[in-house]
Structure formats: structure tokens, C-alpha cells
């Protein structure tokens, strides 16, 4: 059967850059990544084949679980908590205030900065040694604050910084989102008696699950692969691999220890699990998203 | 008549184009890359070198490319030679010494004066140099930017918490009661950081004259395990968990974090690579007095004398480069180390100048004398041992592996955890990877 009466190649020869660019760029390297995630490579490149060892090493070793866990938590709190803060600001500069425009970009312009220099000036202002909020932290509670070696101060550190850096575009889809809630669904709310509070969750909230569902998978975008360039330029994984979450162990494990099989296997479980993650979230987003007016 | 004419003009044309072509291709300069990862102040000096070098023959050029830290060299220059784009010359830190002898990817520094039928002598460099990048008598890298670890120290903060500053602390058991005072007195917050707190661990191993791994500390046969914990790092980190709970040392980060501290005046010990010596003097300027001394021994007497580490990098060259190629690396290594050029290196670094030649040449120019700071290490590494596998240097595969969990362990200890069970782990996790190194081999 012929799809395209009359043009038999010039379908197929438009389609092409970007099924070449699709394949080059990610179905090869894909495919390079399981034909390695089944050896060891040498220092010098050698291939030695191994089965499963990689893979059933990797799930045996406490390293690479505690990686896993920290990522859970990690991207559970850069959703749950940067999405109800940026909400909350949202509800407030969209308020008729004075100066609501203001507000709007002061919140917002903070995802102009990049990730790196955020990371860079989270860690001199929490420096144990010269940073002014440990300082602050110190002489007001006696608590010398040490992200170098305490694992749990590094990941609220690195967590907060995150959140912070992604609040500007959460705020931004928030605040469209809100604006374009219709009013007299609201009003018709109040008039059969509701309070702000119950507008909130019955008018407001479902009304915004289309945005809230697209921002939550845009902060586990984040959280799994874009919080790469905060760890490098804040604690490098440390201290005791309390945020080397699982992208950094990739690509610690690749670059710096030379293990590139043990990596790979890594990065193929990897992108199963955000196969099924994304395949859920869209599943559920769009079964439970109210888009109709 | 016409036609002739014209005929022999296109001749007389075209022999000038090929004489021309000739000259072209006998005069086509030969570029060699050269990768490194000399990154702040220690850029511009290594961009001033070889700028100078490449003035000389317009023939001959280096191309320098920084391309990040020691650990990122080491594995592109990896993946650039199996992708056949590797560079000439490549800056490899001391951590890739045995992963650069087993790669079969290299020309061993010895060979190349060989290959171009010259001859080089290689007892020009000082010794314990030669010594840690050598292998069976031979030298495998060519000596460039070497440094060791040392004390850098305030002066100004001994005297305000009443010390003297010409007596700088030389035991660990002294830094401890050093640092006590300084804290209590209130000059400062904390009194030690360290810079590579893993290189440090291991300075103090040979500083005792104690190997870090079996098989004659790598250096015999590739070692399948590591020598600690044993009594003696027990000893010592018994006194640097000592030292993190009561204040007076503070973890400084993996590598050049703990500098700005020191700078700042924040904490009054700094142990970091010689390397950093120009930085530090030039941030600190006249703000306090700097002084540096040797890395500090334990106390207790039954542990011999051994020496500092050599630590900073070397030069390999691609076993793949032309023989013109090799002429211009052979070249430009020579010109390194000429005494003008190692002087200049040396007095902008804070490295070794690497040639004896280079060594007298600034003390006749009264250099040290004028700048005592250059002098430290040079006298700590030159008065110690050499002829011992454990002041040699150790050598291993999966060295930067070792590190970072040696780094592990000395997080934790900074952190409250008890040190011989950190340490034991970290052991633990090490020999499996020497045993996943060796394997390669089998």
C-alpha cells in the first residue's frame, strides 16, 4: 500500500536529518551503552566480556542502593517542597496588591542565572571557613555548619540550592496557570458559601493540574539529570557520597574511576527507571488533569 | 610563435608553483598538542613558556589546551587515543603513573632521545624526581611541574596567641597543642586545614618510611592490597580525630578549597602542595606574614625516617607521533629544561625548578636566601630518604580510586565516626579494586 500517493521518496528523504540525528545521537550510543554495560574495559581500553557481573554487581552494592535512596529523597523533596513554595508565592503575587507585576519578576528572574554560578555562590556563602551563613548559623546557635564532611548538612545544602534555582520557573508556570483560572468559577463558589480555603482545593487546585503535572515532570528532569552541574561545582558527591546521586555515580564511576562497564549497566538501569517513571506520570497526568473549561 | 610563447611562460609558471609548493612543504611549521591542566596563575606561566618556545622556530609549535582537571586529562587522553585523535605531549598527575605504564600507549621518556639517535642525560634532574617516575633504572615521564606537600603557617597568629613563631610545630602531637592554644585563645575558629587531605594521609605513611601497599609499595609488581590500617595510622588518626573534635583541625575540601581559609586568616596551618606557594603569597600579600616548614612526624620514636612525596605531574608522549612530531617534543622538552626556563618556572609556581643546573642557578642569584618559602620543600624532600620503595612513591592502578576513599575515611573522621572502622572499609573497598585491576591482567 502506498501512504503517500504520488511522492514515494520525498517523505521519507524530509524525515530523514532527523531520524539521522535521532539515531546518531541516541539510538547508537544507546546501543553502545548495553553492548558495554556486558564488559570490564581496561585502563587502555581493552574490552573483557563479563554477562550479567556488572549488572548483578550493581544492585548488590551498598554504594550504588545508597545512591538510590539519597536520589529518591533528593527528588522528592526538590517536587514536594519547591512546588508548594513556588505555589504559595504564585497565590501571593497574584493577589491584587500593589506592585504585583514587581513581585512576578523579582520571583522569576532568578532562573536567568545558571546553575553554576548558583552552586558557586551557595557554596561561598555556606564555606565552613569563610562562608558568611556559616558564620551566621555558628554564632547564633554554636553549631559550626560543615558541608565538606557532614553528609547531611552537604544534601540539605545541595537541596536547598536546587529548589531555589528551580523556583523562578516553577513560580513563572504557576503564575500563568493561576491567571488563567476563569473567575466566575470562583465566584459561583463563593456565592454558594465556600471559603478561600475550599475554592482553593476545589476551583483553583484541579484547575492547575495540567501545570502541576508538567512542572513535576520537569523538576524530576531536574532532580535525575540536570542537578549534575550544582553536585560538580558544589561537593563533587562527597562528603560520603551523600550527594553523589545516580547521573554524578555515572558519571563518576565512567570518568574518574575508569569503570565505563560498570557505568554503562548504571545508565541502562537508569534509563529504564525514567522510562517507567515518565510513563506513569504522563499516564497519570493526563487521566487526572482537568483540561476542560 | 604566440602559442610557444605562452606555452613556455605556463612552464616557467608552473616549475615556480612547484618550487614553490616545495619550499611551502619543507617550511610547513609541525604543531604538537600539548594537554594540561595547569588551571588559575599557573595557566599564564604555562601559556608564557611555551609562547617563548614556539617564538624560537616558527618550524616548530606547541599548541597548549587545557583540558581539565588532572582526573578529566587522564581519561580523555584515554578515550582521544582509542578514537586516534590524542594529543603529542599530555600532562598526567602522579596518581596515573602505573595506569600510564600498563597502557601501552606511550613512548617511555628514556627512548625518546633513542628514537632520534641523541642522547639526554637524565641524571641532570634532581633525584628524587628521576627516582618516582622511574621504572627498573629507567625514567618513564618526562620531569615537568613536581612539588611535594609542606606546613604553610601565620605567623602573626603564633604571636597573638603568644607562641614563638620561629618554633613551628614538627610533631603532630605539638600541632595538637599548638592548635589547642590558638583556639582557646581565640585567635581563631580552627587552627588546621589540609589541601588533598588523602595525599596528606599518604605523606605521612613515607614520611615514617612506611609502604602504602604491598608488592614493595607497587613499585615491584602490581600490589593486591593495601598496608593500613596498621599501628601506625591508627596512632596518627587517632590524633587527627583528636584534633577534629576539639576544633583544631577543620576538613578543607578535596583539594584547593582550604587555601581561601588560610588566606583569609580564618585558620593559622595550612598543609597544601608546594604549588601553590606563588598563589598564596600573592592573594595574602602584606596582609600577614607566611612562613612554611616540614610536614609534621609523630612524636613516638620507633618509627624510622623516611621522606615527603613528589606529587604535581609529567609529561608522556603518544607512542602514535611521526618522527618530525617527536623532533619538536624532543625539542620542547629540552628547552624546559634549560635553567632560564626552569628558573622562571619554578619562581612563578612554587614547583621544583626540576634541573640541578636550574638549583644553583638560583641559589648564586641569592633567590632562596630572598624568598626562604622557596626553600622548604626543597630541603624537607632533599634531606630525606630516597633509596627505600616507601620514600620512593607508591604506584597502583586504580589509584584515584584509592584516594577518594581514603578521602572517604578522613570524612568521616572529620565528622565524629570512629577512624579504625572508616578506615578499615575503605581498606576493604580498595584491595577489591586492586583485585578488579589485576584481573585485567591475568
Known sequence: ????????????????????????????????????????????????????RNYVEMFASAEYLFSFRNTMIFSALVIGVGLTIALCIALLTTQKIRGAAFYQIAFIWTYAMSPIIAGVMWSLIFDPAIGIMARLIGSATGYSINYFTDPVAAFL????????????????????????????????????????????????????????????????????????????????????????????????????????????????FLFVLIAIVGAVQIYTSTKKSVYDR | ???????????????????????????????????????????????????????????????????????????????????????????????????????????????????????????????????????????????????TAMIYYNADHLRAAGLDPNKPPTTWEEMYEYGKKLVEAGVVKHALSYGWPDWMFENALSLHD????????????????????????????????????????????????????????????????????????????????????????????????????????????SNRVSDAELKVIFEFFKYLSRTDVSVYWHKNTGYFPATNAAVKALMDEGWFTQSPNHLTAFLQILSGKTDTDASAGMRMGPFAQSREWVRTALEKIANGEDPKAALKYSAEQVNALLAEYNEFFE
Open chain 1, 1 to 52: 500500500m502506498n501512504r503517500f500517493p504520488n511522492h514515494r521518496i520525498l517523505p521519507y528523504a524530509l524525515v530523514m536529518p532527523s531520524i539521522a540525528v535521532i539515531a546518531i545521537f541516541l539510538i547508537i550510543p544507546f546501543g553502545q551503552a548495553v553492548y558495554l554495560s556486558f564488559h570490564r574495559v581496561s585502563p587502555f581500553g581493552a574490552l573483557r566480556n563479563v554477562g550479567w
Open chain 2, 1 to 147: 610563435m604566440f602559442q610557444k610563447r605562452s606555452k613556455s611562460i605556463l612552464m616557467a609558471a608552473l616549475v615556480l608553483v612547484l618550487a614553490l609548493g616545495g619550499i611551502a612543504t619543507a617550511q610547513a611549521p609541525v604543531t604538537v598538542e600539548f594537554w594540561h591542566s595547569m588551571t588559575g596563575s599557573r595557566l599564564e606561566v604555562l601559556n608564557k613558556v611555551v609562547a617563548d618556545f614556539n617564538a624560537l622556530d616558527p618550524t616548530m609549535q606547541i599548541e597548549p589546551i587545557l583540558v581539565g582537571t588532572y582526573e578529566e586529562c587522564l581519561t580523555r587522553f584515554r578515550a582521544a587515543y582509542q578514537a586516534r585523535q590524542e594529543p603529542g605531549i599530555v600532562q598526567i598527575y602522579e596518581v596515573g603513573t602505573q595506569t600510564m605504564h600498563d597502557s601501552g600507549m606511550i613512548i617511555p621518556a628514556y627512548q625518546i632521545p633513542e628514537r632520534l639517535g641523541e642522547t639526554w642525560d637524565f641524571g641532570q634532574y634532581i633525584r628524587p624526581i628521576v627516582q618516582y617516575y622511574s621504572k627498573d633504572g629507567n625514567l618513564w615521564s618526562w620531569p615537568f611541574a613536581s612539588s
Open chain 1, 157 to 268: 545544602l545541595v537541596t536547598a540550592a536546587s529548589v531555589w534555582i528551580m523556583l523562578g520557573y516553577n513560580i513563572c508556570f504557576f503564575v500563568a496557570g493561576l491567571q488563567n483560572v476563569p473567575h466566575e468559577l470562583k465566584e459561583a463558589a463563593w456565592i454558594d458559601g465556600a471559603t478561600t480555603w475550599q475554592t482553593f482545593w476545589v476551583v483553583t487546585f484541579p484547575m492547575l493540574s495540567p501545570t502541576t503535572a508538567f512542572l513535576v515532570f520537569v523538576n524530576t528532569v531536574y532532580a535525575f539529570f540536570q542537578s549534575f552541574g550544582m553536585i560538580d561545582v558544589v561537593t563533587q558527591g562527597g562528603p560520603n557520597r551523600s550527594t553523589e546521586f545516580l547521573i554524578y555515580k555515572i558519571y563518576r564511576d565512567g570518568f574518574g574511576r575508569m569503570q565505563e562497564g560498570q557505568a554503562a549497566a548504571q545508565s541502562v
Open chain 2, 210 to 317: 612506611l609502604e602504602y601497599a604491598n608488592m614493595g609499595n607497587g613499585r615491584l609488581g602490581r600490589p593486591t592490597e593495601v598496608s593500613w590500617p596498621n599501628e601506625f595510622t591508627d596512632e596518627l588518626l587517632d590524633i587527627w580525630a583528636k584534633m577534629a573534635k576539639d576544633n583544631v583541625w577543620i576538613y578543607g575540601g578535596a583539594e584547593y578549597n582550604a587555601n581561601a581559609a588560610f588566606q583569609s586568616g580564618e585558620i593559622t596551618f595550612l598543609m597544601q602542595s608546594t604549588s601553590s606557594l606563588d598563589g598564596i603569597l600573592k592573594t595574602v600579600g602584606d596582609s600577614f606574614e607566611v612562613r612554611t616548614t616540614f610536614l609534621p612526624r609523630l612524636a613516638n620514636p620507633k618509627y624510622a625516617r623516611g621522606n615527603s612525596l613528589i606529587g604535581g605531574n609529567s609529561l608522556y608522549v
